[in-house]
Structures are given as C-alpha cells and as structure tokens.
C-alpha cells in the first residue's frame, strides 16, 4: 500500500464523515483510513449548527423519534434502534467527554453551547486514527477492483469508501452537491433535490422579531396539504423558526396557487373561539377589542388583527356579528401569500438524494456497488428540526463502521 492507498476512504470530513471515524475508531477498527474534504477545517457546517450551538441529538424514544423523519421513517428505524440517542450520549460524554445538557422539546446540546467545541472533540478523538487531508476537494470517483478517487492533490485509492459529501445547502461551508454527482456516476439513482427546514418569504407583517405557537397549513391549488403545530417567529423577510421551516419541505416548485394559513390560536377551536369572544365582549364592554385579542396572543399581534379589521380604535360596545366574525376569521385563518420559493441554499437541509431502494437499511451500504457506503445528506433522508439530522447521521455512522469492522475485516 502506498501512501495514498488506503483500506477506507471517508469522502467529506462534515458530521457524518467525522461520526463515522469516530465509530471506526471506537469498535476497535485496525485497518488504514484517511478522511478527505476540501475545506481548509473538518465540519465547517457542523459548526454552524443549533445557531452555534449544536443540538447534538434529541432524547425521544425512537418510536416517537423516527416520524420526525418523514417519509425515510421506515428506513432509518433500524439504525435509530442500532445506535440512538441515549448511545450518542453516551458516546459524546463518556468517551469525548463532552457534558450534555437537555433543553426544551428533548433536545440535547453541549453544556458549553459550543458547536464549535463538538467539532473538536470529534476531530481530536480520529486525529491519530486517520489520515485527515483537508484542503483536497475530490473530483470523481470510480470503481473497478478498488476505488479511486482523483483530486485536486492526486489520485487516492482504497478498498472501500463512505460517500458523504453532504447534501446542496449552504454551499458556502462546501456542500455543493457533489456527493449526489458522485453517486449518480457510480450508478445509483438521485431522488429530485428540494429545499427542507428553510425559511420562507411571505407577505410582509410589521411583526419582525415576534415569535408565538401557531398552527401553519399549506394551501395548494385551494387544497390543504398539510399544517404543522410549532413556534414560529415573525422576521422582516417573511416567517421563520421551527414551524415554518418544517411546512417549507412541502412548497411545490410552481408557487403561483400556494398560499399559507396561520392559525393564531391552535389549542382554541372556531367556535369555541367565537363563543369565548362574545362572552368577552359581554363582561368587557368598554374595553378596546385590541386588548381583548391580547388576551390571546402578543399584544403587537392583536394590534396587527385589529387593523386587518378596521377595528384598530373600536370597543367591544357595539361591535357586530359581521366584525367578530372577521377577527376570528383573521385569528383563524391569517392568510399569508408566498413571494419566493424558498431558497435551496438557505435550507439546513436537503431534502432528496440516493434513492434509499439502492441502499440496505442495515449497513447502509450500497446495494449497487460493493464496498460503496453511503451517508448523511447525501441519502434521500431529511429530518424535522431538533437534533434529528445529526441523529440520523451518528447512527448511520455506526451501521457503517460495524459493517466494515465485522463483515469485511473479521
Ligand atoms: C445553519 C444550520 C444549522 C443546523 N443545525 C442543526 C442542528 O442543530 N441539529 C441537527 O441535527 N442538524 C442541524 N443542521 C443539519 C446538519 O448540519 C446536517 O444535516 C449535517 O451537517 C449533514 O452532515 P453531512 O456530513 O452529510 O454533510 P456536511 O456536514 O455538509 O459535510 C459534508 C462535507 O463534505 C465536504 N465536501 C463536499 N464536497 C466535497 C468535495 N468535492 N471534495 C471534498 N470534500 C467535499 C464538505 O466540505 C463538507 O465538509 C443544521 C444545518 C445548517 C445549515
């Protein structure tokens, strides 16, 4: 073997490539591995994550888990149930001894609120493990008894590769869909790419930096698609945070017939809405219908209502049917238009990738060609918000590694 001949090649030093040494290096692997990625540092994107701060996993049960991860469910339950959340922990703490802390939601972040800080207990753990060369953007890769792979600094060869140059998101930390080029010329099939967890620019509201729980449905054609229940904060662009973010997955490329309904009192049904309102205006006759609204949501929100309605300087005295039934309309029902598609660069995720019929679930190799193994954004997986795609990304690490320990070096 030559210096640039290796048992194991991890194409893309981000998260999954980093969790992958990690897992190589854990169960005890011996054989020769280098690490190539073209950025100057292993895991530019992992430090970005949890807005700097990395949220790490998510501590559910893999039964509840597992339908964050949409239509990819089925697939990744078996590497969810391999390796979860509890063993990622496990892993980070008592091995790297990175402290944890659990947030809201389940969501697990280092205690010193550094992604940063992740990146190089990860990196320091594989240093003396693998050849890392960073600076190497690949090229191509083939595949004839070995793998080879040509870039910018020569040709390396290896018995067997992980492909995970990650997805098409924020090209600038160097995901710029290579891995779904890679993968295509070796012979596997790309599902369509689309943008997931992104923000979307609507019709602007004078409510930037205002965050509430709302229910959030996506109309398209006049038919409701789908409406998700979570945070969503109000920016100067349109609307953001988890619930926007998530619905985004599900706007269509033609965006012309697709508008969003914002349910500004989910936990209230219509009715029971209305009829709360008309007890209201009872008891409070002489009160501003602004300050009756912001009973129920921020006062800048209700102010904003009032004024949709015409009804920015009225009292409950008086008020008619036709008016209450505009504010619970407008509590109901906002309607947002959608000026943009949202943007594949923006998005924390990709959403598409190597159809997972090529890919076995147990040890995610390639079920096209031998040696091949293929994860992170790379595969069609994406997850919800809140530690899920790193999740994804540490298990499928795992099934990766044991598959190379035990089934092609014992
Ligand atoms: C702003 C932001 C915040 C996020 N926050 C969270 C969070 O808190 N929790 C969570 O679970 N997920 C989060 N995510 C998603 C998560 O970061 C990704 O799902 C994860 O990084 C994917 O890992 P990956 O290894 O597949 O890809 P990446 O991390 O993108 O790594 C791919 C690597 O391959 C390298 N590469 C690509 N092409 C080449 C080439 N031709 N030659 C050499 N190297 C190449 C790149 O330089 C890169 O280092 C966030 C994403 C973003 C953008």
């Known amino acids: 073997m030559n210096d640039r001949s290796y048992n194991i090649g991890i194409l893309g030093g981000g998260a999954a490539g980093l ?66 959340p509890k063993d990622t922990m496990e892993f980070l703490s008592d091995t790297l001894g990175l402290m944890l802390k659990e947030e809201d939601n389940n969501r697990i972040f280092p205690v010193s609120d550094s992604a940063v800080k992740v990146r190089d207990v990860l990196r320091n753990y594989i240093a003396s493990f693998a050849d890392i060369k960073t600076d190497t953007k690949i090229l191509n890769v083939s595949h004839k008894d070995r793998f080879e792979v040509g870039t910018d600094k020569g040709t390396y060869t290896f018995d067997s590769i992980v ?21 295509k010329e070796l012979g596997h099939t790309i599902v369509p790419i689309r943008p997931a967890l992104v923000p979307i620019k609507t019709d602007p509201l004078p409510l930037s930096g205002l965050s509430l729980k709302a229910a959030i449905s996506l109309y398209v054609s006049g038919r409701k698609t789908n409406t998700i229940t979570d945070d969503l904060l109000f920016a100067d662009f349109g609307i953001t945070g ?10 269509p490329e033609d965006i012309s017939d697709c508008h969003l309904e914002i349910d500004l009192v989910p936990d209230i049904s219509e009715d029971s809405f209305d009829k709360e309102l008309i ?107 809140g530690g899920y795609n790193l999740q994804a990304a540490m298990s499928e690490a795992y099934l990766i590694a044991r598959s190379i320990k035990e089934d092609i070096y014992e």
Not at 167 to 174: E, L
């Open 19 to 84: 969790f992958t040494a990690c897992m190589l290096r854990k169960l005890g692997f011996r054989g020769k591995a280098a690490i190539l990625d073209r950025n100057k540092e292993l895991g530019i994107k992992l430090t970005l994550t949890g807005h700097g701060r990395c949220n790490i996993t998510n501590l559910k049960e893999v039964s509840d888990l597992k339908r964050g991860y949409h239509e990819a469910a089925g697939f990744i339950t078996p590497a969810l149930r391999s390796f979860g």
């Open 163 to 183: 492909l995970c140059c990650g997805g098409s998101s924020f090209a600038k930390t160097g995901s710029m869909g290579d891995s779904y080029r890679f993968a």
């Open 242 to 251: 988890p619930g926007p973010m998530e619905i985004a997955r599900d706007i």
């Open 279 to 385: 007890g209201l205006i009872d008891i409070h006759p002489d009160t501003k219908i602004v300050n009756i609204l912001s009973r129920y949501i921020p006062q800048r929100v209700a102010g904003v209502i009032a004024d949709m309605t015409g009804l920015t300087d009225s009292y409950a005295q008086g008020l008619t049917k036709s008016s209450r039934r505009a504010i619970v309309s407008h509590m109901k029902h906002l309607v947002l238009g959608i000026r943009e598609r949202p943007s594949l660069d923006k998005a924390y995720v990709t959403r598409g990738g190597v159809d997972l019929r090529e890919i076995s679930r147990k040890t995610f190799a390639s079920k096209i060609v031998p040696g091949l193994y293929i994860a992170g954004e790379a595969l069609d997986i994406d997850g919800i918000s």
